[in-house]
């Protein structure tokens, strides 16, 4: 073991990769993930001397917060996420000034580091979620307005499937974005499907809940007898997607299935 082991499990990126970045929970795991490294019982599994770590990274250049917020020209750290957590004063750098960082310094215990790191990553995290839940909820707002099991209780077979179309335009990039949402927020899907639209986000699963009599069973190449969308072509890309590059073109396919069905259902 050596100070290469231990760099490639504590600290396997150079902090300078979050230079620009914003993704403030990648940094803060990045830090967490080195202060976790710096415990007496991690250094002795390693072989290696705390100071050795701290020569080599050196502090702030080891530092991805600091990549992200520290300024040369002020000498200081505005907006990075430790100055609220910790007794910092402001203007004086995100760790030098603060007592977390004043007892590694004196006596390399990085537990006060860690302790502050896994609080504000909590934080940073119940943040983010409680943001994209805001988010979801308006893009609910305006494409998936009521419950499928409401618009499936209703018996309207076209406007289940209209119901269908809506939800599906709305999960196109641009109608996504339109909410401060990306094609990946919908992955994990079940987040979505589950969470926000409910255990069957579907209002023709709703209202075909064994899936016979499906407009859908002859709107795609799906088999007689299975699932409508879990074992179809048009869902699986969809699925398979998993909102990279070929998302639009996933959403796109099962709207021409739904447009499909829709034409299909009104021409009885």
């Keep these: 073991m050596s100070f290469e082991s231990w760099t ?19 940094a803060l ?17 390693h072989d290696i001397r705390s100071a050795n770590v701290s020569l080599q990274l050196g502090p702030r250049g080891s530092c991805a917060l600091c990549a992200m917020y ?3 020209a002020s000498g200081s750290c505005n907006d990075c996420p430790l100055l609220t957590a910790s ?81 599906w335009t709305g999960l196109l990039s641009k109608n996504l974005a339109k909410h401060g949402l990306a094609p990946g927020d919908t992955m994990d899907h079940w987040f979505l499907a589950n969470d926000i639209l409910g255990p069957i986000g579907c209002a023709l699963c709703s209202c075909y809940p064994d899936c016979a009599g499906c407009p859908l069973k002859t709107g ?29 073109k996933a959403v796109a396919r099962m709207l021409l299935v739904l447009y499909k069905a829709l034409g299909k259902v009104r021409a009885g």
């Excluded at 600290?11 to 970045?21: H, I, L, M, Q």
């Excluded at 967490?32 to 599994?45: F, M, T, V």
């Excluded at 969308?229 to 070929?246: D, I, N």
């Design 29 to 45: 795991e990045h830090s967490l993930r080195k202060w976790q490294g710096l415990r007496i019982s991690e250094r002795a599994r």
């Design 220 to 248: 795609s190449i799906m088999e007689p007898g299975r699932s409508a969308c879990s074992s179809q072509r048009e869902y699986g890309s969809f699925a398979g997607a998993r909102g990279g590059p070929e998302h639009d």
């Design 8 to 26: 490639k499990e504590f600290y396997p990126v150079p902090s300078s990769t979050f230079k620009g970045s914003t993704d403030v929970i990648a």
């Design 87 to 167: 007794l910092l004063v402001p203007g004086e750098g995100a760790c030098r000034g603060n007592a977390e960082y004043g007892t590694w310094f004196r006596n390399q215990d990085p537990e006060p580091m860690i302790a502050v790191l896994e609080s504000v990553l909590e934080k940073q995290k119940t943040a983010m979620v409680d943001a994209k839940r805001r988010c979801l909820e308006a893009w609910k707002a305006e494409f998936y307005p009521e419950p499928a099991t409401v618009t499936a209780e209703e018996g309207d077979v076209e406007q289940c499937v209209n119901a269908g179309i809506l939800k």
């Design 70 to 72: 520290y300024s040369a």
